[in-house]
């Protein structure tokens, strides 16, 4: 049974562009969040799908906008890429939305040049 | 922003000993869940206490939570050198429907020596 997969593992942008990260879901789970982990910090909300819908936001700028799929996958985009967005982007999902236990994948590490 | 504090922010002990991680949160909670962290990688669900429990145990580890200070603590009692890696508590919020959105403290990063 695969977990939580997400794409790419690691990538490099320029200040100014674009960028889009995918996350799968575990098998069974509905609900996708997404966090933001900055070096030595811990993660920090971004927004969370449900049913295709945004259900749930953090304080995140609208650069960072987000898309579920009819399959469950999802993805997140940021726009105008800043260097403080340089961060390591964690997917989570969950089936049990009662106890909010989740289920993480491994990351994508983003650096903005 | 975070939730709360972690403490403390770095523990470095022998294998065999045992490990006690702090944490304190602001406001009203579900539940608390502690989460372990291997080198920058992806998060891993530890235990989970809901806000009328006190204490919970799984395996080697015990969780305590009071309410009351706000403020729980994680032990890992005859540590090993594999449980070396950064430990974070997260909340999920009392009221609402906040399923999915957990708050996270800093972390405590646990080395173990062998």
């Known amino acids: 049974d695969a977990g939580v997969t997400q794409s790419p593992t690691h990538l490099i942008k320029t200040r100014g562009q674009q960028v889009t990260l995918r996350c799968s879901p575990k098998?069974?789970?509905?609900?996708v969040s997404w966090y933001q982990q900055a070096l030595g910090q811990g993660p920090q909300f971004i927004f969370q799908?449900?049913?295709?819908?945004?259900?749930q936001r953090g304080n995140f700028p609208d650069r960072f906008s987000g898309h579920q799929f009819p399959n469950y996958s999802s993805e997140l985009n940021v726009n105008a890429l800043l260097l403080g967005d340089s961060a390591l982007y964690l997917c989570?999902?969950?089936?049990?939305?009662?106890?909010?236990?989740?289920?993480f994948g491994e990351g994508s590490r983003l650096t903005v040049l | 922003s975070q939730q709360g504090e972690e403490d403390p922010q770095a523990l470095s002990i022998q294998e065999g000993e045992n490990a006690t991680m702090n944490c304190s949160y602001k406001?009203?909670?579900?539940?608390l869940q502690w989460y372990r962290q291997n080198s920058g990688r992806g998060l891993v669900h530890l235990i989970l206490?809901?806000?009328?429990?006190r204490e919970k145990h799984s395996g080697r580890l015990r969780v305590t939570l009071d309410t009351s200070k706000k403020s729980s603590s994680l032990l890992i009692t005859a540590s090993r050198a594999a449980d070396t890696a950064s430990y974070f508590c997260?909340?999920?919020?009392?009221?609402?429907?906040?399923?999915?959105?957990?708050?996270f403290g800093q972390g405590t990063i646990l080395t173990v020596h062998p």
């Open positions: 989570a999902s969950s089936y049990d939305r009662a106890t909010g236990e989740l289920f």
């Open positions: 098998s069974g789970h509905d609900t």
């Open positions: 799908y449900y049913e295709e819908e945004e259900r």
């Open positions: 406001t009203s909670i579900n539940n």
């Open positions: 206490i809901r806000s009328n429990e």
């Open positions: 997260a909340t999920t919020n009392a009221g609402g429907t906040s399923y999915g959105k957990l708050t």
